[in-house]
């Protein structure tokens, strides 16, 4: 089994290799012309250089939906409404994908390491932070805090985004007190943004 520090080694290296195709995809027509932009993507090379296109098959639905699942789980209803909410757009007959479950339920039955391996975009995010937001919710912990680290700082922009839709909904009915914050750390950041004195103001 490969320990953590290889696994994380592993998936950098695999993230810098597809950051940089993604970069050369989309600048193809500048490095071999328009209109041999089609004929070059069907030449030898794209086997020696690519891959430039990947075939992945649609991740499978998870047999139940969101809400029961989650709800055996013992999540709270205000977390399941605002998934519900969220990523469903309201539609509680809605499924996670089979992996996004199967990753849940393991991170709650058991604290050790997890490790998702799936491609882009098919739902990693909500498999960590479901958990997460479980945890803030479900604990009187004082100070508790969660870390969650990217390799790019386009990347963690986007995800923070994604964090904050999810704890709107969950924060809208809370007291000041009671409400889960989140802040993102970068050179671009001012320190001011995040305290309790420039939240975003609802609605934004």
């Not at 709800?71 to 089979?98: H, K, Q, V």
């Not at 969650?148 to 909904?169: A, E, H, W």
Request: hydrophobic share 35%; glycine share 6%; with cysteine.
């Amino acid at each position: 089994m490969h320990s953590p520090q290889r696994t994380l080694d592993s998936a950098i290296d695999r993230a810098a290799e597809i950051t940089w195709w993604n970069r050369q995809m989309t600048r193809l027509d500048e490095v071999v012309g328009d209109e041999e932009a089609t004929s070059f993507i069907r030449n030898e090379i794209v086997e020696q250089k690519g891959p430039y296109v990947e075939f992945v098959d649609a991740p499978k639905f998870h047999e139940r939906s969101a809400a029961e699942f989650l709800g055996d789980l013992d999540y709270s209803d205000e977390l399941i409404d605002a998934i519900i909410g969220d990523l469903f757009d309201g539609d509680s007959s809605g499924s996670l994908y089979e992996h996004q479950a199967e990753t849940i339920e393991s991170i709650s039955a058991d604290s050790n390491d997890n490790v998702l391996a799936v491609p882009t975009a098919t739902g990693k995010t909500e498999s960590f932070f479901f958990p997460i937001l479980d945890h803030c919710l479900s604990t009187d912990e004082s100070g508790l805090k969660s870390l969650i680290v990217y390799p790019m700082k386009t990347l963690g922009v986007d995800q923070l985004n994604r964090f904050i839709s999810y704890l709107d909904r969950i924060n809208r009915h809370r007291d000041p007190e009671d409400r889960i914050t989140i802040g993102i750390w970068d050179s671009d950041t001012p320190t001011r943004i995040g305290t309790r004195e420039h939240e975003i103001e609802e609605g934004s």
